[in-house]
Structures are given as structure tokens and as C-alpha cells.
């Protein structure tokens, strides 16, 4: 299919004896909602490594916008237009909420003032009145939303949000999900990796479910609610 | 360029200027034989702030930079009779390119792992000259420094002005790279390396342009050394103290700004001085340890933090 932005083709990692994911295989199309279930220790967050950079898969290959970026370091892909946020958010610590945006500014191309350009960014997503505030003064909200702003400075065309909703109360949810949204329709494709299962059902339009490392199901919210696989993983027997 | 950027070059200028004028007005040769060390510190404290404190990567190397550098100059200028201007160059090259040598080898671990590595960079490269003759082995070599010129009244004055070029120069290159991308880069690679690399910051060519630029103003630092000692061995040029104050000072200074280090060299460095000629010279290293020791525990963002926070609060 010519819309696929993002395509993973046998990907395995493992560490020593642990098999931590795969074979996988798993596409994304352009501007899709995707969200990625399962238990802890299923594998998500190693899935989002090997697509980021972190890890080099050790087997497979991650082919981006039909270009195998397998053995490309983080930061090339994060330039192609593949950004994240992170389980536990990491703010650039010593410096302002403006200079945390500056930073990918600094190293991606963005035609136009990098200044107004992270302002307007801030601004979209509640945090302009922070602008010169350090990033460490903010609340556990504040700092999800600056995980996300500083992963959409650099016009991303997927963005993989990795549990931004953890640890927040249900209208700080709503707020999440409307940011994500929005930056859906503007046609940046989503992969939303989260345990607050009604809001990964509001949001997706496709979910995955991951179990040991391996892709169990796939399909629409719904079918998702149905199968018994999913089930069995999250309900026993 | 922007309004601070000129006043700080205005302030370096008079700075230098002022150190020019000096010799003219104290009369005293000590005075610019205790301020060259003083100089020394204030570019050493600076060079290894640029990794150690912008980057994070806490480097005990930095004596190996500095010795480097000294016995550098100090066979190029016997050997071949470089002008020093040309040894303090070569020793800067020189450093960089250790730099980044050291950083292939050493960057790809962290913390202490990093440290004790780097530490270990000191002792190859000791045990390296203390087995060339050509450089005076464990027993050292004089070193006949060049006259100084018309315009300078003693070679005490000379080597001053010369480290206060030294000087002036590495911390407008800190200061240039702590506005820049390159140290913005820096101190996102600081608070978190993954959260950086995913920014789209190209983190192992940016530390290692740190190691370069690091390595450089250390090993510049030691170029004018053996004209400042007229001797040089191994056990002092690869001291493991210059490695101590290296941390020290821009740990008490401050390590998030190219004024940390200069602040925590100018004080403790002036302190050691004073200490050397009024108590005792071994005094120093206890007065170090005991400054350092007290500035962990009760400021560990050093003196500019302190400074910083007390304006914060006075505003609020």
C-alpha cells in the first residue's frame, strides 16, 4: 500500500537469554491513529525503541516512508519525522520550558522563526503562560504536555506517545487526548502506547495488543473489546 | 550579535587591557608570578567545564590535557624554536585531537565508569614520557624560555600576559558555546541522553566536539608552563592536584555557566596562593578538599546557583 508511512518486517530484540519482542510485523499508514496494548513487559516500549532508534533491532527491518531505516541512529530518524514522548517524562533539565523546544529546533529543519515557531507550539498545547519558566517548576501535567510540545516542534509525520496519559486525573485525560487529536487532523499519524484502556478506545481507530513480546491482535476498538486473546491476557481464564 | 554578547566582549577587552597596563603599575614580580597560576586555573577550570559541566561527563583526565600540552611546547620550542604563539597552537591541536580520542574510547560509558577511564588517560600518557628520552624521561628537562619582548619589563609580566590571552580567549569560547546550539546540545545530552538523541541531537558528535574543544583550552593551558617553571617533569605536569582543582573550582564556582569556573578559579586558586606563602604550601590541598566537601553538601549548584537563587528570591 502507497500510504504506509511506517512498516516493521520480522522485528526481534533480544537481551541475552530474553527474548524481549518479536518477530513482529506491524505498518502504519499515513495520518492513522494506532494504539498499542497489552500487559507490562509485553514488549511496547521495546517495540517504540527499535522504531526510535533507541535499540537496534537484531533482526528485521523498520522502513520508514519506504526508506529502511534500520541502522540509522535516533537522532537521523527523529529528522526524518519520527518523534516520541517518553513513560516517564524527561525535561531538559537547567534550562526553560522555551529552551526544551529550542533544543530539537537547534538540530531539525523547520522553515520560519524557531522562537515563534516553539511559541506558537507551547501555545497549542496550554503551556504559554510557562514559556520562561524552568521546566523543572512544572506539575506532572505541565510536564506530559511539554513531552508532547517538544515532540511535535519538529513538524513530526508520526508521532509515538508512550502512556502521556499515566498518572493523570480524568479531565487532565481529556486535555491529553484533545492535544493528540488535533495533532491527528493536522495529518500526523499517532501511535499511542497507554493502559487507560477507555481513552486508547476513544482515541484509535486501530489497536494492537502485545503479549511476551508478540503481536496477539489487531483490529478496531470493538473487536479489540471481543477477542479473546485480549481477553485471556488481560482477564485469565 | 546580541547586547550581552557585546558587553561580555567590551568586559574581556578591558580585561586584557587592564592586565597589559598592570606591569606598569605593581612593580612586584610576584604578584604576576602568582597570578599566572591563578590565570592557569581560571582556563583550565574553564576548558573542563565545557564536558564536565555543560555535558556532564565528569572527566579526572584533565591533567593528562594539561601535561600534554606542557611537554608539547616545551619540545617543540627546544627542538625547533617555535615562537610561543605557535607551541600554545600546536598544544591546542594537539589537545583536541586527544580529546577526541579519549571520546571514541571512553564515550560510549558513563559516570563513574566514565571517570576512572579518563583517570586512567593521566597514567598512560605520564608513563609515556617517562619513557622518551627525548623528553627528559622521569627526570624532566630545562627549558630556556624565549626572552621577553620590548614591551614587557620581566618574564614573570610576559608569561602573565601570555596566560591572561590564554584565559580571555577559552572562556569567550565557553561562553560562545554555552549560547549556542552546540551548548544547548550539551545540556540536553546532561539531563537526558535518550530524550536528546530522540530530539533529533546527534549526541556521540557532540560530545566528542566537547572532548575536542575541552582538550584544546586544557592542553593550551600547559603550553606556557615550561617557560613559566623553566623546568618541567613528569610528576608535576601530570599532577593528579590539577586535576583535583580542575573539578574542584568549577564545582564551587558553578557548572551551569562559562562564570562558574571562573569565579570558583579566581577564588580558590587566589586562596591556595595566599595560603602557599602565609601558611604552607602542602595546606592547599586539605583547604581544597574541605571547600569542595562543603560545597557538595550544602551547595551543590555552586556558587553562581547560590547567587542566582538569592536574586530569585529578592525579585519575588
Redesign the interface.
Known amino acids: 500500500m502507497s500510504d504506509i508511512v511506517l512498516s516493521m518486517k520480522g522485528v526481534e530484540k533480544v537481551f541475552g537469554a530474553f527474548r524481549a519482542l518479536g518477530p513482529v510485523d506491524l505498518d502504519l499508514r499515513a495520518g492513522e491513529r494506532l494504539g498499542i496494548i497489552g500487559p507490562n513487559g509485553s514488549g511496547k516500549t521495546t517495540l517504540i525503541n527499535c522504531i526510535?532508534?533507541?535499540y537496534r533491532p537484531d533482526k528485521g527491518s523498520v522502513h520508514f516512508e519506504g526508506r529502511d531505516i534500520s541502522h540509522i541512529?535516533?537522532?537521523r530518524r527523529?529528522?526524518l519525522g519520527i518523534?516520541?514522548s517518553?513513560q516517564i517524562p524527561?525535561?531538559?533539565?537547567?534550562?526553560t520550558v522555551l529552551?526544551n523546544l529550542?533544543?530539537?529546533l537547534?538540530?531539525?529543519h523547520v522553515d520560519g522563526s524557531r522562537e515563534e515557531r516553539a511559541r506558537s507550539v507551547l501555545s497549542s498545547v496550554g503551556l504559554a503562560g510557562r514559556v520562561s519558566d524552568p521546566s523543572e517548576s512544572l506539575s506532572q501535567l505541565e510536564l506530559r504536555k511539554l513531552e508532547l510540545a517538544?515532540a511535535l516542534v519538529?513538524n513530526p509525520k508520526v508521532l509515538i506517545a508512550d502512556e502521556a496519559m499515566a498518572g493523570l486525573s480524568e479531565e487532565e485525560i481529556d486535555e491529553v487526548l484533545a492535544i493528540l487529536l488535533a495533532l491527528n487532523r493536522s495529518g500526523v499519524a499517532v501511535i499511542m502506547i497507554e493502559h487507560i484502556m477507555h481513552a486508547v478506545m476513544r482515541f484509535s481507530e486501530r489497536i494492537v495488543c502485545f503479549e511476551t513480546g508478540r503481536l496477539i491482535a489487531s483490529g478496531t476498538s470493538t473487536e479489540i473489546a471481543e477477542n479473546p486473546l485480549v481477553q485471556k491476557v488481560y482477564f485469565g481464564e | 550579535m546580541s547586547r550581552n554578547s557585546a558587553l561580555f566582549l567590551i568586559g574581556v577587552a578591558v580585561v586584557v587591557a587592564l592586565g597589559f597596563l598592570m606591569p606598569w603599575v605593581l612593580k612586584n614580580p610576584f604578584y604576576f608570578f602568582a597570578g599566572y597560576v591563578v590565570l592557569q586555573y581560571v582556563t583550565i577550570a574553564t576548558g573542563w567545564n565545557i564536558l564536565g559541566g555543560y555535558a556532564g561527563y565528569i572527566n579526572f583526565g584533565a591533567a593528562g590535557f594539561f601535561g600534554a600540552g606542557v611537554y608539547l611546547s616545551a619540545f617543540l620550542f627546544t627542538t625547533f624554536g617555535l615562537p610561543l604563539p605557535l607551541c600554545i597552537l600546536a598544544a591546542a591541536v594537539f589537545g583536541a585531537i586527544l580529546g577526541v580520542l579519549m571520546g571514541y574510547l571512553t564515550l560510549r560509558i558513563q559516570g563513574v565508569y566514565f571517570a576512572i577511564a579518563t583517570l586512567g588517560l593521566v597514567v598512560v600518557l605520564e608513563t609515556i614520557v617517562h619513557n622518551i628520552s627525548a623528553l627528559g624521561g622521569a627526570s624532566g628537562m630545562a627549558v630556556y624560555g624565549p626572552r621577553p619582548p620590548s614591551w614587557s619589563p620581566g618574564p614573570s609580566q610576559y608569561n602573565f600576559t601570555v596566560m591572561l590571552v590564554i584565559a580571555a580567549v577559552s572562556v569567550a569560547l565557553a561562553r560562545f558555546v554555552e549560547i549556542s546550539w552546540i551548548g544547548r546540545g550539551l545540556r540536553a545530552v546532561r539531563a537526558s541522553e535518550d530524550a536528546a538523541e530522540c530530539s533529533g541531537v546527534p549526541t556521540l558528535r557532540l560530545k566528542l566536539l566537547a572532548c575536542a574543544l575541552s582538550g584544546a583550552v586544557l592542553a593550551a593551558a600547559g603550553a606556557p608552563y615550561p617557560f613559566y617553571t623553566s623546568f618541567v617533569e613528569p610528576v608535576t605536569a601530570f599532577s593528579l592536584i590539577i586535576g583535583l582543582n580542575a573539578i574542584a573550582m568549577p564545582l564551587i564556582g558553578g557548572t551551569k555557566s562559562w562564570a562558574g569556573p571562573v569565579l570558583g578559579a579566581l577564588l580558590l586558586a587566589s586562596v591556595q596562593q595566599i595560603a602557599t606563602v602565609t601558611i604552607s604550601s602542602e595546606l592547599n590541598i586539605l583547604f581544597v578538599g574541605l571547600v569542595l566537601i562543603a560545597f557538595v553538601a550544602f551547595a551543590p549548584g555552586g556558587i553562581a546557583d547560590l547567587f542566582g537563587r538569592r536574586q530569585g528570591r529578592a525579585r519575588s
Open positions: 526510535t532508534g533507541v541512529e535516533a537522532h527523529a529528522r518523534s516520541r517518553f524527561r525535561p531538559f533539565t537547567g534550562m529552551e529550542l533544543v530539537p537547534d538540530y531539525c517538544r519538529g
